[in-house]
């Protein structure tokens, strides 16, 4: 998409697998015994902070952490929203938080996009940011309509360039990583002529896929799923390096001839740069042990979500290898938005 576009379509998501997510897992967070840890915040509260409205998937995520990290620390953490400007707002304000241990942000994948698709994003992701860890990821698969020919990503690039300009492809909005897993398809392949349209959320465009308006979208796998398996749409392959647990018979893009195609939606915690080192560890800690529960864990592949819970060091160099992919993307469709 060369046009730009405005802040109501970029950041729409499915929050259904979150919300499920929380009420299923609530009642074990309440009843597990407190961990013996000392406050990470003495002095105040602890924010988490999200730069979504309440009720969508980062928001409800850093609740369900926010319930936990609670009684593991035997002190408050507050879920502190400021929506605007597609995160951009809050990642900037964290930016400028002071670096004392009492300050985070839950980010989407757009953390690392955003930089590059506003002129003025108001942060540096890498440079004003200690990364925490990634909390975990849900898969985005590539669906079509039935009615299509095709049954393999290849088949479906085929299609596409035999009929250029006639193959419409839904997105969850501009600047979505559905929006940008089809821009990542297109400058992996080159040639592809594809007519772009960015619905407000996965739903709608969903719904469409379905209804025969569109012939294929990127959609994270909770809400396209059970019309996987109904055989109401078609699944080509997942846009990670693994296979999703929800789709075990769906190839990836990398089995399916893309080596290293991947486009997940994922979440993570970043501290403000300067915040000490023993509350970066800290944090780290409890949120691992937190995903390593067996219930929890499984929880989370109900929904279509897999823990990650990786290390600082590990956070920062998938991160930096984030910006720097979308880098070339976001430079490849000159996509924008104002």
Request: hydrophobic share 45%; net charge positive.
């Amino acid at each position: 998409m060369n046009s730009p576009v405005g802040h109501e379509a970029v950041q729409s998501r499915s929050a259904n697998w979150a919300l499920a997510l929380l009420l299923a897992v609530l009642p074990l967070l309440m009843s597990r015994a407190a961990a013996a840890a000392e406050p990470l915040c003495p002095q105040k509260s602890v924010r988490l902070i999200v730069g979504f409205p309440p009720g969508g998937a980062t928001d409800i995520l850093a609740r369900l952490l926010a319930q936990s990290l609670s009684g593991y620390f035997r002190q408050g953490f507050v879920v502190d929203n400021r929506p605007g400007a597609t995160g951009n707002i809050a990642a900037e304000a964290v930016a400028k938080a002071r670096p004392d241990g009492c300050t985070y942000l839950v980010v989407s994948a757009a953390f690392a996009s955003n930089v590059h698709l506003t002129l003025k994003p108001g942060y540096d992701p890498q440079h004003e940011f200690t990364p925490v860890t990634r909390i975990a990821a849900v898969h985005n698969v590539l669906v079509v309509h039935p009615s299509l020919p095709v049954r393999t990503v290849s088949e479906y690039v085929s299609f596409a360039k035999a009929r250029p300009g006639d193959t419409v492809m839904g997105t969850a909005g501009s600047g979505s990583t559905s929006h940008l897993a089809v821009e990542l398809l297109k400058m992996r392949v080159g040639g592809l002529n594809l007519v772009q349209v960015p619905y407000k959320g996965l739903g709608p465009a969903v719904l469409d896929l379905v209804g025969g308006e569109i012939a294929g979208l990127f959609a994270t796998t909770p809400p396209v799923a059970p019309h996987i398996r109904s055989g109401r749409v078609r699944a080509l392959a997942v846009a990670s390096l693994k296979r999703a647990a929800v789709l075990p018979n769906v190839p990836t893009f990398q089995e399916s001839g893309f080596p290293g195609f991947e486009a997940a939606a994922w979440n993570g915690i970043v501290a403000p740069t300067g915040t000490p080192y023993d509350s970066v560890t800290r944090l780290n800690v409890a949120v691992v042990d937190l995903l390593r529960n067996p219930e929890m864990r499984e929880r989370l592949a109900a929904q279509g979500a897999e823990p990650i819970g990786d290390t600082p060091d590990e956070f920062r160099a998938y991160l930096r290898a984030e910006v720097e992919k979308w880098a070339h993307v976001v430079r490849y469709s000159g996509a924008r938005i104002e």
